[in-house]
């Protein structure tokens, strides 16, 4: 059967991780290749990160830094930011990538999805949605925005229409990103989590406010075929971090959700 | 590590190398003279697979040195699927080592694609299948699966929404159709294996196939 997925995701500043709140006040976690080998150590499903400041430094993902998580990790490893093109793609799956997530400039450049698609595969191309609650308008039916450029852009355009499109455009995952519920540990916003995984055929990801693992346990019976955790496992700011492994046992123990176990993920290798 | 346009050549190379196995990417088979085992890696697509295994010039050297002389072949993904007769995939004529077809899941019934981690269940007792764990997961990034004709070549199976062959081996000819290179511990102690079988036991079990 196949199993739920815990995707341990961090955001990279110049080889370092780095968590913020709600989009702002950064602070650091350590270095990403070594966090990276902790999370795979540890037994987490799948890896994902963010280079944070490529988009807006107008450059690719950091290869450097890609390359290193990568000879640490044998789970699938996805990788976001500065992505604007084939060659962009190229690189970064040459690294050792196993999956692009476009967000930003999938906005812009919707085409970048099919090319992509095209180039390497629908399994390849993760769309990554930042969305906000706005209310219901004739605009945005769904009552959820998309926004971009670290959450700071409004686009006017429907949650529900754009997860849709991408999904027609080739997009082969759905990442949905609750920009009010990220940073607050309070639990996803499983409306539009919902919403997106019954529009869509293609897995979604739930991200954004996971603080416990009944909140990861809560994104999967809301339909979510695997679910983004950050905080969580090694934020400093929380009071009580997670492992993986406490996670997988409550989902399976208390939830009676499919997992692979963490038993699976210790070995010599 | 067969190295073609769109193949995840880089991140086998990446585990063969932790595992400390020697191990290189080749691009054509001028540069494969000296290799031993093969492996082809794959994402992509079928059609676009073959057209780059055919431009290459791969089709003919492997048919000899795998098919021929019985060198060892791990397929992976991709890899696997092209080792049937055809897929349905972009109605590519495949290399046609294994008899069946390879199709795509109902769609409709089921999230396409097929993508996480998965159990696999041994069916065979090749020494490949024999490396298997009793029971572990894998993962798994497909849209189409592999519909072998001989039951007798499929070593392992999957269930997502049907069983269908997961692993596949006859003789000297291996394959998976999760990603073994990104399955954690389980997958790396069988990429390990793969490049320990020996030629002797793969004989045999070429033998008993047949």
Known sequence: MLTTRVIACFDVKGGRVTKARRFQDNVDVGDAAEVARLMYADGVDEIVF??????????????????????????????????????????????????????????????????????????????????????????????????????????????????????????????????????????????ITRAVADAVRVPVIASGGAGTPEHVAHAFRAGASAAIVSSMLYSPRLEQNYSVDDIKRSLSEDFGLPVRPTTEAASAH | MINYQTGNAQSVLFALHHLGLEARLVAT??????????????????????????????????????????APFLGVCVGLQVLFEHSREGDADCLGWLPGEVVEFRRGELRVPHMGWNAVRRTSSHPFATALPAAAHFYFVNSYHALPADEADVAGVTEYGAEFASVVARGNVMATQFHIDKSGPVGLALLSSFAELGADELRAAAATAC
């Not at chain 1, 084939?86 to 692009?100: P, S, T």
């Not at chain 2, 492996?39 to 098919?67: K, N, Y």
């Open chain 1, 50 to 191: 963010y280079d944070i400041t490529a988009s807006p430094e107008r450059r690719r993902a950091d290869l450097e830094t890609v390359r290193a998580v990568a000879h640490n990790v044998f789970v699938p490893l996805t990788v976001g930011g500065g992505v604007r093109d084939l060659e962009d793609m190229h690189a970064v799956l040459a690294a050792g990538a196993e999956k692009i997530s476009i967000d930003s400039m999938a906005v812009r450049n919707p085409g970048l999805i099919t090319a992509g698609s095209k180039e390497f595969g629908r399994q390849c191309m993760v769309l990554s949605m930042q969305v906000q609650r706005v209310g219901v308008s004739t605009a945005v039916p769904s009552g959820y925005e998309v926004f971009i450029d670290g959450a700071r852009v409004a686009t006017g355009m429907d949650a529900l229409q754009w997860a849709r499109r991408g999904e027609e455009l080739g997009a082969g995952e759905i990442v949905v990103n609750s920009i009010d519920q990220d940073g607050t540990h309070a639990g996803y916003d499983l409306e």
């Open chain 2, 29 to 70: 088979p001028e540069e494969a003279q000296d290799v031993d085992r093969f492996i082809l890696p794959g994402v992509g697509a079928a059609d676009v697979t073959m057209a780059s295994l055919r431009e290459r010039g791969w089709t003919e050297h492997l048919q000899e040195r795998v098919r021929g002389e019985g």
